[in-house]
């Protein structure tokens, strides 16, 4: 399995920016890549995923303030947030998998996490 480091997580007021990255032990190109996130006593739910023809899906709470992006020479994916917002705070996970559309939503549907960088917007 693909081992994922994520980084670039911090401490941002609302209306900033972060950009997160997710590196990859193996070539990335193999897979279909995600980011999760989870808020205190909440499920982990799904933010976005660039999957292997080049798509990008996104959550609709996330549309047109993040942007994924991945980088198959280096084998990083990073998720660039701007205008970001109280309800942005969580633990932000990066995932792999081989997924179909109609589950790429789903947590279980990914087979490689990693450990989480934490993101909290507050003032």
């Known amino acids: 399995q693909v081992q994922l480091v994520e980084s670039g997580g911090g401490l941002v007021q609302p209306g900033g920016s972060l950009r997160l990255s997710c590196a990859a032990s193996?070539?990335?190109?193999?897979?279909?890549m995600a980011w999760f996130r989870q808020a205190p006593g909440k499920e982990r739910e799904f933010v976005a995923v660039?999957?292997?023809?080049?798509?990008?899906y996104y959550a609709d709470s996330v549309k047109g303030r993040f942007t994924i992006s991945r980088d198959s020479a280096k084998n990083t994916v990073d998720l660039q947030m701007n205008s970001l917002k109280f309800e942005d705070t969580g633990l932000y996970y990066c995932?792999?998998?081989?997924?179909?559309?109609?589950?790429?939503?789903?947590?279980?549907?990914?087979?490689?996490w990693g450990q989480g960088t934490q993101v909290t917007v507050s003032s």
């Open positions: 193996r070539p990335n190109s193999a897979y279909d």
């Open positions: 995932a792999a998998g081989s997924i179909i559309l109609s589950t790429m939503k789903q947590s279980s549907t990914y087979y490689s």
């Open positions: 660039h999957r292997r023809n080049n798509i990008k």
